[in-house]
């Protein structure tokens, strides 16, 4: 269960971390 919960929440903060970076190079761009 702990081992699922972990894994869970390990995507969710990559898939943030890959949301705020893709954001922050757009606005790099300009």
Known sequence: ML???AI???AVLLCT???V???KR???RG
């Open 3 to 5: 081992i699922g919960i």
């Open 8 to 10: 869970a929440a390990g």
């Open 17 to 19: 971390c890959a949301y």
């Open 21 to 23: 970076v893709t954001r």
């Open 26 to 28: 757009k606005h790099a």
